[in-house]
């Protein structure tokens, strides 16, 4: 597996209006013309095979759970044009009712407390499941990034989540995360399905305090640094964050030490692991460094067969393309005319 996330087409509309308050027209607009068939055609020259597309639940249904078919329809649109370009498509339920993986670093989600709120989600995927479950390529991700307040609690609702879309899509590969945002560390924790076409999916970001440096949207002292990569990270005592920070050295063989409980996992169950999401933010380290993260990372990926979907496809600050974000209007690796960044891109293609 080699693909790219679509995320803000369906999903995270609110971040894309952020960056680009004068270029979106409304959000049934953006979902009608932000990507499309000449997207899925250019990821599939580039040499990949899948497209994720992250969908957020209230996109598509109401406040009474009713699906908007008028949406469904664009959805449709888009998950068979994919398909009729020779891609795969893995359908995640980025946001679900109770759950928000940003919200998540600072409160507990009601999904994981409150019995009713899961039902929510289990009555949302009864509805994806039906409707795209028997399409051929197509792969169901019940929940990005989920934040349990235990690893029990989550393998005992991925558990519900997963019997409730193979009842109605026996066919269709389910892609399970492992808790706490897809970490890797957490497979430690995971335990395997009773089912043989599960894909077995984490996140990787490691280290955190390179890979989101000077995000807006984190507040914490120690993601304000000019860290370059590979480095060697201080702590700082004066540093207070919830997420997970590993100070040190980082380097390739760190990177790949990051990644043995996932290895261990695959080995010990024998089932297949993919890297669903993986990116540098685009407005902290600088390019020499972001390229060398990327490449190591992607060097260990093809030593140990992993399969990847790159986090992101067009802007939401990681973009291989950048359009209609200001804050990257200047960025000299999106200074030609087709705004894509060639060095990141070319290094994708080969891995």
């Excluded at 499309?36 to 969908?55: Q, T």
């Excluded at 297949?272 to 060097?299: H, I, K």
């Excluded at 067009?314 to 005319?337: M, R």
Aim: hydrophobic letters at 40%; glycine letters at 8%.
């Amino acid at each position: 597996m080699r693909g790219v996330n679509w995320g803000g087409w369906f999903s995270q509309i609110d971040a894309i209006a952020e960056k680009d308050s004068c270029g979106i027209r409304g959000e049934r607009e953006h979902m009608r013309s932000f990507l499309g068939i000449e997207d899925a055609k250019r990821v599939a020259e580039w040499g990949f095979d899948h497209i994720r597309l992250p969908l957020d639940w209230f996109n598509a249904f109401d406040s009474q759970l009713r699906p908007d078919e008028g949406i469904f329809g664009l959805l449709d649109k888009a998950i068979d044009g994919i398909i009729e370009s020779g891609l795969r498509v893995i359908l995640d339920l980025h946001k679900c009712p109770g759950h928000d993986f940003l919200e998540g670093t600072v409160k507990e989600q009601a999904f994981f407390a409150d019995e009713r709120v899961e039902r929510d989600c289990l009555r949302i995927w009864a509805c994806l499941a039906e409707r795209y479950g028997s399409k051929p390529g197509i792969m169901l991700e019940p929940l990005n990034e989920p934040v349990a307040p235990s690893a029990e609690r989550w393998n005992a609702a991925k558990g519900r989540l997963a019997a409730e879309i193979r009842g109605r899509a026996p066919k269709a590969t389910i892609v399970i995360g492992s808790n706490l945002w897809n970490c890797a560390e957490e497979f430690g924790e995971l335990t395997p399905l009773d089912d043989d076409k599960v894909i077995y999916s984490f996140h990787f970001y490691n280290p955190l305090v390179f890979t989101h440096q000077r995000a807006p949207w984190i507040s914490s002292r120690a993601f304000m640094r000019s860290l370059p990569y590979p480095g060697t990270y201080p702590a700082n005592e004066r540093d207070s964050t919830r997420l997970a920070v590993d100070w040190g050295r980082w380097d390739r063989d760190r990177l790949e030490s990051a990644l043995e409980p996932v290895i261990r996992f695959r080995e010990r169950y024998g089932v297949p692991v993919a890297c669903n999401e993986f990116g540098v933010y685009m407005g902290g380290p600088d390019q020499e460094s972001r390229l060398a993260w990327t490449r190591d990372l992607l060097g260990i990926f093809r030593k140990y067969d992993i399969g990847w979907s790159y986090w992101n496809y067009k802007n939401l600050d990681f973009g291989i393309i950048s359009v209609g974000e200001d804050l990257f209007a200047d960025s000299p690796q999106y200074a030609n005319c087709e705004r894509t960044d060639m060095q990141l891109l070319d290094i994708l293609k080969s891995g």
